[in-house]
């Protein structure tokens, strides 16, 4: 089966760094995403990683360690805005799919205080 | 470009009616999927399609249908609602890495 653990809930202050871990167990494994979802919202994309390693775009980056079964999403210099839920995905094979399917975990929420 | 809509926004139904839920995209995607969303979880895939004219079974399928007769739109079907269905539905399409979503619909069925 498929399992993804994340926090709940994260709290942190403007201006700050925060980090978001999500580890994983999955049969099959072709990258980690993130997505962004505000209250009431639909989920955005707002990451990929397929290789091990650091991408950044902007004020958030993420990371992937394939054999820790373990990835992170970090945010920088926070603003109210980024008040969401986040949630990490696994991309896995799946027989009906070329392109695999995505396990979402349960998502944190993020709480930016001024 | 209106990415991926979704009709209606809200509904409510009462036990054992039929519903369906429309989602329409116009990025010419090939996979096409719908989730529902639960409070405190996750997002969980019902059914999706690679294609048109194809459709597969994904976590949670139980007591819904799909049909993709159209590249452009993916119906998810109750065909006998029950309040185990109350929730939040998405669908999207996508490309190889990233999902796009639709605005979701709110459903209640009491």
């Known amino acids: 089966g498929q399992s993804l653990e994340q926090p709940s809930e994260v709290t942190a202050v403007e201006g700050a760094i925060v980090q978001i871990n999500c580890t994983y167990q999955t049969s099959g494994f072709y990258g980690l995403s993130w997505y962004q979802q505000h209250d009431g919202g639909a989920p955005t994309f707002l990451s990929y990683?397929?290789?091990?390693g650091l991408e950044e775009t902007g004020r958030f980056s993420s990371f992937l360690s394939r054999s820790d079964s373990y990835g992170y999403l970090l945010l920088q210099e926070l603003q109210m805005k980024d008040s969401a839920s986040y949630f990490c995905?696994?991309?896995?094979?799946?027989?009906?799919?070329?392109?695999?399917?995505?396990?979402f975990g349960r998502g944190t929420q993020l709480t930016v205080w001024p | 470009n209106a990415g991926v809509t979704q009709t209606p926004k809200f509904r409510v139904l009462k036990t054992g009616q039929s519903m369906t839920l429309l989602c329409a995209q116009d990025?010419?995607?090939?996979?096409m999927y719908w989730y529902r969303q639960d409070p405190g979880m996750g997002l969980r895939l019902i059914h999706y399609s690679v294609g048109e004219g194809t459709t597969a079974k994904g976590e949670v399928p139980d007591g819904y249908n799909v049909s993709r007769l159209k590249k452009q739109n993916f119906l998810l079907g109750l065909e006998s609602a029950a309040p185990s269905q109350t929730s939040v539905y998405f669908c999207a399409s996508s490309t190889a890495d990233t999902q796009y979503f639709g605005p979701g619909t709110r459903l209640t069925v009491l």
């Open positions: 990025m010419n995607h090939e996979y």
């Open positions: 990683n397929a290789l091990d």
């Open positions: 995905a696994v991309r896995s094979p799946d027989r009906g799919s070329t392109l695999g399917r995505l396990y």
